[in-house]
């Protein structure tokens, strides 16, 4: 355990960090926190081009590929002329040419590892994977969250245990999972192009390496297949937040991580003893238990999507993960009521509320609420309705309108209301002056409307 001594984690940390320029370290802090922008624009489609064959040439460089070399042989049309896969690379390395190259020749290796043949001449899908990896992805170890940061990156967190009947989370089968599910995130454009969030939170995630149990970590070449696998992601981590009871064995534990770690990943890593992260926004409950009901909902929209790709049906609709400006109706739950696509809904709604108001006639008012949609996707926002079945669908331009509609008219009945209690009010002060003037000047008793300068006895009015 004294190879995991938390101050030389910290220490590793700080001589990773003081060997970047200040560029690169304002880079990294921009990533954890969720505030960099692109470095690159996709701006040009002649661009796009440019960067795939220089990446094409980058690979034939590349000495050892033998899973690409294997793809060659059988022609693989979804290794060699899928740009939109390549394209995945290309952003998660934010076209650096020579390191895209590498990132996809080591996808391509880990992936026809684990899955075989398959994996070269498509993506993986549920069904692949064999019933321990399918368990271990129903399990919720590892979730992909309903939501997004404040960046639009998602979210990806690893729980321990805590009442898990799977107590072998480090095997073959958990790293199959763990691919699939980084080859999931890897369809999502938002994420491709800023990356993932991943979030460690206790349990036996810290625990099991701080005690040295899991069979995983007793391999010889544990950095180097860390190493590797980090390599290989279709997507890059942003920035790994490690949540942990403050123990000393727990310490250790993330130390341990971060000591395991890659130098380029390791300066991402931010622990957290009990705080730091909402805790609401974590799948589990306060007595420890993994909770699976966003977890589950995700999988059967993603197996429909998938089932969509087998059966050569038309793509699959459906939403398990609204982007940061959506605007998201129905009974979403208030968290997804305060999401920032739905605050920045009502700032346009408010700001166009007088003219709409004002409207001489119904075409007006139906010309603002088409404005109000326009502004809405020069935004980026789209109006999503959540479906029976768990997922989200984009509503239709009529059900938009009449969102919109209803929501101005909601805003006149809500000022309505509030006029109807400031005026209330309002005369509660006056009946309180005159009530205050009329007790100093009247001889009679209170309410009974004899008094000299109470022109009604305001109290009697009052007196059933």
Known sequence: MSDFDPKHADRTIANDLNRMTAGQREIVYDDIHGVRNLRMEETTPSKLVECLSLMNDAIKRIGNKSAYDEACKLNSRYVLRNNQFRIIFLRAEEYDIDKAAQR?????????NFFGMKALMRPIYYNDLEKSDQTHVREGVHQLLPCRDRTGRRIMTRIGNMGSSNQSQSTPSMLRAVMYLFQVLSSDEQTQKYGCVMVFYGGLAAGEIATGETSFLKEKNLKGTM??????????????????PDTLVYQIGAAAIMLFAPSFMRV???KHMAYG??????????????????????????REREGCIQMGQPPFQGIDCPLVMDILIGNAGPSFGNN??????REIIESYYMKYDNAA????????????????????????????RGWWTVANVDRAREKIGHDFREIRRQLAAV?????????????????????????GGIGDGGGEGDECGIRQCFVP
């Open 104 to 112: 996809f020749v080591n996808y391509l290796d880990v992936f026809y």
């Open 227 to 244: 190493n590797n696998l980090l390599g290989a992601f279709p997507i890059r981590i942003s920035a790994i937040h490690i949540c942990y």
């Open 268 to 270: 991402r890593v931010r």
């Open 277 to 302: 992260i909402p805790g609401d926004h974590l799948p589990l409950t306060s007595s420890g238990r993994i909770k699976t009901t966003n977890h589950l909902r995700w999988l059967a929209t993603q």
């Open 340 to 345: 920032l696509g739905n605050i920045k809904y």
């Open 361 to 388: 006639d119904t075409q007006g008012k139906t010309r603002i609420s088409w404005q109000v949609l326009e502004d809405l996707t020069k935004l980026g926002g789209r109006i999503l309705v959540r479906d029976r």
């Open 419 to 443: 006029k109807k209690r400031s005026q209330n009010h309002s005369s509660t002060m006056t009946f309180a002056r005159l009530d205050g003037k009329r007790s100093k000047t009247s001889k």
